[in-house]
C-alpha cells in the first residue's frame, strides 16, 4: 500500500509539474517553454524577477557586467532593474533599461488563460523567456502575439549555428507598432545597438527566421544562420570525413 501511495504520489507531482509548463511552438528554440512565473501571465504592464543566469555565470551587456535579468510583459527583458513601460521605441533610442526586445509593444495578458510568459532556467547560463499568444492592451485578445527571446552568460558554451543571444518568431497577428533588437538604455544612439524593427506593425515580425547574435565586448553582432540545405550538406560532410577515418582506421 505504502508503495502505491508513493507511485500516486510521484504521478502527481509530475502532472503539476508539466501543468505549470507549456509546449513550444515550431519556429522556436528548445522542446518546453519552461514555467509560468505568475504575475506577468496575468497583468497589463508588469516584470518578474530578477531571474539568475546561475552561479559563476554573469553577462557583459554594453559594458556592465550583470548576473541576471528581468522579464517585462511586454515582450522585452531588461537589465539592471525591471520595466513596465509600454509605449514602443526604436531600441537604440530607448531610455528605460539596458534591454533585449523581441517585440516591444504594450501587450496583455489579463483575464485570459491563453495569454502567458514563461521562463526557462533549466540550462545553467541559459535564460529563456517565451510570450506564449499575448493580446493587446486593453484586454484585445483578437489579436496575440507569440515569440520567444534566448539569453546566454558569458560563459555558455555555444553550439554551431547558435550565438550567444537568439530571437525566434512564431505567428503574431498584432498589427500594432513594435520595436525588437539591443539597447543600452541611453536615449544617444551608441555604437553596438541594434534595432532590427522600429516602430513597425508587429505582424511584421510573424514567422520570421531566427536571428543569433553574439556579444563582443558587450555589444551584439549578428551570426549568419545557416539554411537547411547547408546545414543538411555540413552535415553530409561531417559524416563523409568519419567514414574516411573507419577506413583508414581499418586499414
Known amino acids: ?20 509548463q507549456a509546449a513550444l511552438y515550431t519556429n522556436s528554440f528548445g522542446t518546453n517553454a519552461g514555467a509560468n512565473p505568475g504575475q506577468p501571465s496575468d497583468c497589463d504592464d508588469c516584470y518578474s524577477g530578477e531571474w539568475s543566469f546561475g552561479a559563476g555565470h554573469s ?16 515582450g522585452y527583458v531588461t537589465f539592471g532593474n525591471g520595466a513596465t513601460n509600454y509605449t514602443t521605441n526604436p531600441l537604440n533610442t530607448q531610455s528605460v533599461a539596458p534591454m533585449i526586445a523581441g517585440s516591444y509593444t504594450d501587450l496583455d495578458s489579463r483575464g485570459d488563460a491563453i495569454s502567458n510568459v514563461y521562463v526557462n532556467l533549466s540550462t545553467p547560463g541559459q ?26 552568460s558569458d560563459q555558455s558554451l555555444i553550439g554551431p549555428g547558435e550565438g550567444q543571444i537568439g530571437f525566434f518568431y512564431g505567428e503574431i497577428t498584432d498589427p500594432s507598432t513594435t520595436s525588437a533588437g539591443f539597447g543600452d538604455g541611453l536615449s544617444a544612439v551608441n555604437p553596438g545597438e ?33 539554411e537547411p540545405g547547408s546545414m543538411a550538406l555540413l552535415g553530409l560532410g561531417i559524416s563523409g570525413l568519419a567514414f574516411l577515418r573507419r577506413r583508414k582506421n581499418a586499414a
Open 1 to 20: 500500500m505504502k508503495k502505491l501511495m508513493k507511485v500516486l504520489a510521484a504521478a502527481s507531482l509530475a502532472f503539476a509539474a508539466a501543468s505549470s
Open 59 to 74: 553577462i557583459n551587456f554594453f559594458g556592465n557586467t550583470y548576473t541576471g535579468l528581468y522579464v517585462g510583459s511586454n
Open 127 to 152: 535564460i529563456i523567456a517565451t510570450w506564449d499568444r499575448l493580446g493587446h492592451y486593453s484586454q484585445n485578445y483578437s489579436v496575440r502575439s507569440l515569440f520567444q527571446l534566448v539569453i546566454r
Open 194 to 226: 541594434v534595432a532590427f524593427a522600429s516602430l513597425v506593425p508587429g505582424t511584421q515580425l510573424s514567422n520570421n527566421g531566427p536571428r543569433w547574435f553574439n556579444l563582443e565586448d558587450g555589444r551584439p553582432d549578428p551570426v549568419d544562420v545557416p
